[in-house]
């Protein structure tokens, strides 16, 4: 079955260190995106990728980085210069960046102590 | 200003209660999204639409693409619904998705 798959699931990190999730999908999406969830908000854009090797800074982008080396997948580091990288992590695909019908990950949940 | 709102932000229902979750949105889209969100915060697309209605077992969504309006409905409550439920909406200029603060449910015994 296709799909997209975050992991892991839950992650803790020491303050300080990189941290990189995982998103990886089998759909031949050409559109990926990362978005970031805080307790009582909504979900805002960190970062999104049109096409394979190319990615676009979103609303919250600093203090992240990403890569898209495959179609299949689009990894985030949280750094260690996000002040608040405590968070929930969404994955997304679609098949295009114009076609906004799109697959969601199950969601990645990041502790920082 | 934002771009999707849902209500009721809150909903407490006995089991058995038919629910309706509603979403509004002001801009072009592509696709709305119904996506459900448990404690511990696993995310479930429960539904992609662009127009109509569709049907999965107890849950029904609809749309209407004039009026930019969504319900979700649950037939038959149950406790195992208690959830946070989420639109989104995929912008029909590409690149972006919105999503509503969600609407919290708790379906008591």
């Known amino acids: 079955d296709g799909g997209i798959t975050q992991s892991p699931k839950y992650l803790f990190r020491k303050e300080g260190q990189n941290v990189t999730l995982s998103c990886e999908q089998n759909l031949n999406h050409d559109a990926m995106y990362w978005y970031r969830q805080d307790p009582g908000q909504g979900l805002r854009l960190i970062y999104y990728s049109q096409i394979v090797n190319d990615f676009q800074k979103g609303d919250i982008a600093e203090g992240y980085s990403v890569s898209r080396e495959k179609k299949e997948s689009f990894p985030l580091t949280v750094t260690s210069a996000q002040k608040n990288p405590t968070a929930f992590y969404l994955c997304?695909?679609?098949?295009?960046?114009?076609?906004?019908?799109?697959?969601f990950g199950q969601g990645t949940r990041l502790t920082v102590v | 200003k934002n771009e999707v709102e849902q209500s009721p932000q809150n909903l407490t229902a006995q089991e058995g209660e038919f629910i309706t979750i509603n979403c509004s949105y002001s801009v072009g889209i592509s696709a709305l999204h119904w996506l459900q969100q448990h404690p511990g915060g696993g995310i479930v697309s429960l539904f992609m639409l662009s127009s109509g209605k569709k049907k999965h077992g107890r849950l029904i969504a609809t749309i209407n693409i004039q009026e930019k309006h969504s319900s979700l409905h649950i037939t038959a409550s149950h406790p195992r619904d208690s959830a946070v439920y989420i639109c989104a909406v995929g912008a029909n200029t590409g690149n972006q998705f919105y999503f509503g603060t969600g609407t919290s449910l708790t379906v008591i015994p």
């Open positions: 997304a695909s679609s098949i295009s960046w114009m076609n906004t019908e799109a697959f």
